[in-house]
């Protein structure tokens, strides 16, 4: 149909043209122009009247941020939208509610909760929107109210006098941005890469509180492009980036947790070799819904009482947040700096109460921020609702912008000084945003370098993928702005653990080189392949064991049971083939000679089967001990003249492995033919550091006479850095001074030393 003025009203009801013209100041029966019913006198008038530009003006005058923010998206859709693609967008960010019922009905005079249906009856209203249904309107179609029909419009003759829109936001001069943080995505994607890597080539496990233990954290730290100031800090959680990156490839699926330990994710190597802009996209939208991260708790000038509700994980409303900051980024003009005040004030006018809602009763306006008023159940230091906004939103929105946002990419921030002032979304934040159209990505080249000393060098830009892959069969010597890598016959076995062929690699590198292989690196992969093909294991053999040499001697000249028992390996050993039928056919052959062969497949358990001395000897139950039960033994004993023994040296080596006094005791106890006596259950945990170390020092207690006394002091600037609170349930004891020299004595022969510093609680 025609999007002419005139051709637009004629849809509409007369009740309708008559709010449009009491809106644009003519008064409901249009006295002195004409009828009160006459539809098309009504058309005329208005078509006249809307498209002047001081009754444009005017209207625009009237509407509120929200309303501006509408119009402007529409008319960044050409002037022409379906409404339900507008609806879509406008829930998902927040800036608007879903109505109450499918039926609902629009008006141009309710402004609260803000529904869609609303906003767009007032644009009605005022002339600035129309509805469009399709085909013109016949009799038997009812003509279109207030409320938004299936496609909006902006009339032609009105988009002329909007480009007023588009302005929101004040030029920011030079001289307000001091210092600039440019977007780096490349970084981000490079440091995702480095601790995926990391992760691949190390065994990684979490600790109990499912933090990254510090020895991890801090090496990823010196991989990585973009490091952070972690020297205070006390666990993973207050490393900032590193562990955002963490929990981020979590979300996304590049690494899983496997009860404590940490691994890569099937398939995950995919990833690394999309797009930059992919791959960006995806991490942002992971953003989006990451759960384990909280931008609330990120706000160090906020002390959050979060005692009446200790879930710290990122709800609806943490979530719904970032979705209103990327809704406000996509409306930002593209590639030009704002300034963050405007960014601000944009937020306050589009919807106040994205973060926190404002309930009122007969009492007046509850503070949302009082733990009982907000979802959260947490309580801020925020005593006057009128403050609350900059305390709390208008941080929040600052650090969603300074940390996720700008790590990720996506905004660039001007700084003056210590104050974030300004704020540009990035070329690929734009093409992510939809504030500008995608843009053909650069392809990468062969970047690689193999020199004859077997050095490789990888020049930027080249792809992670090509990166992780490099990592499978050579050491990385530094991974810089130049990756640089060297071929070992060590680092190529490992590859060929792995699965991957020496004419694999060999073939990759030819493939991503800038130049051909030289021709003795290649000649020497290929001995090497050779000399890696001369050994071979084999999986799901039958092991023969006898109790003597003399004994398998024996059994091999026996005519009946000789035959079956395979190749001698050892004094006391043969190898046989795999099968349960030769397995069965030897059982026979030993039984028909009188013997009773024991046979075990997989390590039990459950069964007791041995006894460990007071000098530590492990004696079996067996003449011939099991040797998947050796296997599980080793870590912790010492193999003397053929047997094992528990000692203190075995088992501080396997507690530097990380073996924890609680894991040897709980290996031995199911094994143990009768209780594990209390002795060796201790010498275990003194050898194993089960006891750690401890402060044992000389204090003065004060005693008050209340605990909120204790929290009024703790507040107070001039008494709170002088004490400590003892906490009930912290790992604190009180020693009366004629029992701490016996309780010293008595803590150092179990293995502790006791001039650790006090920790502060």
């Not at 498209?51 to 309303?67: F, K, N």
């Not at 704002?338 to 106040?352: C, E, H, I």
């Not at 830009?461 to 130049?482: H, I, N, W």
């Not at 209780?675 to 204090?699: C, P």
């Amino acid at each position: 149909m025609s999007y002419e003025f005139p051709a637009l009203l004629r849809e509409y009801s007369l009740n309708a043209l008559q709010t449009m013209a009491k809106f644009a100041g003519l008064g409901p029966d249009l006295s002195g122009y004409v009828e009160p019913t006459d539809v098309e006198a009504y058309v005329q008038v208005l078509s006249q009247t809307l498209m002047q530009p001081q009754t444009v003006s005017a209207a625009l005058s009237r509407l509120d941020g929200l309303e501006r923010l509408v119009l402007a998206q529409i008319l960044r859709q050409g002037g022409e939208m379906r409404t339900d693609l507008l609806r879509q967008e406008l829930l998902q960010s927040g800036f608007v509610q879903d109505t109450p019922s499918r039926t609902y009905q629009g008006s141009p005079y309710r402004r609260a909760p803000r529904y869609l249906e609303d906003v767009l009856a007032r644009l009605t209203a005022l002339g600035l929107v129309l509805s469009v249904e399709g085909e013109p309107r016949n009799g038997s179609t009812p003509p279109l109210e207030l409320s938004p029909g299936t496609r909006l419009v902006v009339p032609p003759a009105i988009r002329e006098h909007l480009d007023v829109l588009s302005r929101w936001a004040a030029p920011v001069p030079d001289e307000a941005i001091g210092t600039v943080w440019r977007a780096a995505p490349e970084a981000f994607q490079r440091d995702l890469f480095l601790f995926w890597s990391y992760v691949n080539r190390n065994e990684v496990s979490l600790t109990s509180r499912g933090w990254l233990p510090k020895r991890h954290w801090m090496q990823l730290n010196e991989e990585m492009w973009v490091k952070e100031d972690v020297q205070n800090a006390r666990h993973e959680g207050e490393t900032g980036r590193l562990h955002f990156i963490r929990l981020l490839m979590e979300e996304m699926g590049l690494i899983k947790r496997q009860g404590l330990r940490l691994q890569t994710a099937p398939g995950s190597r995919d990833f690394l070799g999309l797009s930059l802009r992919a791959r960006t996209e995806r991490a942002f939208r992971a953003w989006l819904r990451l759960t384990p991260w909280n931008e609330l708790l990120r706000i160090r000038e906020l002390r959050i009482d979060t005692s009446t509700n200790r879930d710290t994980r990122a709800t609806s409303v943490i979530k719904g947040g970032r979705q209103f900051v990327a809704g406000l980024l996509q409306h930002t003009p593209p590639q030009q700096w704002v300034l963050l005040s405007d960014l601000l004030q944009r937020a306050k006018d589009v919807n106040y109460e994205f973060l926190f809602p404002r309930h009122h009763n007969y009492y007046g306006l509850h503070n949302p921020y009082h733990s009982y008023n907000n979802p959260l159940s947490w309580q801020f230091p925020v005593y006057d609702e009128a403050q609350g906004w900059d305390i709390v939103e208008a941080r929040f929105i600052r650090y969603v912008l300074q940390e996720p946002l700008h790590w990720l990419g996506i905004v660039s921030l001007g700084w003056n000084g210590p104050d974030l002032v300004a704020l540009e979304v990035s070329s690929i934040g734009a093409q992510i945003l939809g504030i500008i159209p995608l843009e053909p990505e650069q392809t990468l080249e062969r970047r690689l370098v193999m020199q004859p000393n077997f050095e490789i060098l990888a020049f930027d830009p080249v792809s992670d993928y090509t990166l992780s892959v490099l990592d499978e069969f050579a050491e990385r010597v530094k991974g810089e702005r130049v990756f640089q890598y060297r071929l070992t016959r060590e680092s190529v076995y490992q590859a060929q653990q792995k699965g991957m062929t020496v004419q694999q690699i060999i073939a990759f590198l030819n493939r991503e080189s800038s130049s051909p292989m030289p021709q003795n690196v290649a000649l020497t992969l290929q001995e090497w392949g050779r000399y890696h093909d001369r050994i071979a294991f084999f999986h799901g053999g039958i092991l023969c064991q006898v109790a003597s040499p003399e004994l398998l001697d024996r059994l091999l000249a026996d005519p009946n049971v000789g035959p079956q028992l395979g190749r001698r390996i050892s004094p006391t050993a043969t190898l046989l083939s795999d099968g349960d039928a030769r397995l069965q056919q030897l059982q026979r052959a030993l039984q028909a000679s009188g013997y009773l062969p024991t046979v075990t497949s997989e390590p039990d358990q459950t069964v007791a089967c041995l006894t460990v001395e007071e000098d530590g000897h492990i004696r079996f139950a067996h003449q011939v001990p099991d040797i998947y039960l050796r296997y599980r033994l080793l870590p912790f004993t010492e193999l003397r003249d053929g047997e094992l023994y528990l000692t203190s040296a075995a088992v501080e080596r396997a507690a530097a492995l990380g073996w924890t006094a609680e894991r040897i005791i709980g290996t031995l106890r199911p094994l143990h033919m009768g209780s594990l006596s209390a002795d060796v259950v201790s010498r275990i945990k003194v050898w194993a550091k089960y006891y750690g170390n401890a402060a044992l020092k000389r204090v003065t207690l004060l005693q008050l006479k209340n605990s909120d006394v204790m929290r009024e002091l703790l507040e107070d600037p001039s008494v709170g850095p002088l004490i400590v609170p003892l906490v009930p349930s912290a790992a604190l004891a009180i020693v009366h001074d004629e029992d701490v020299e016996y309780l010293r004595r008595a803590l150092t022969e179990k293995g502790m030393s006791l001039d650790a510093p006090l920790r502060q609680s």
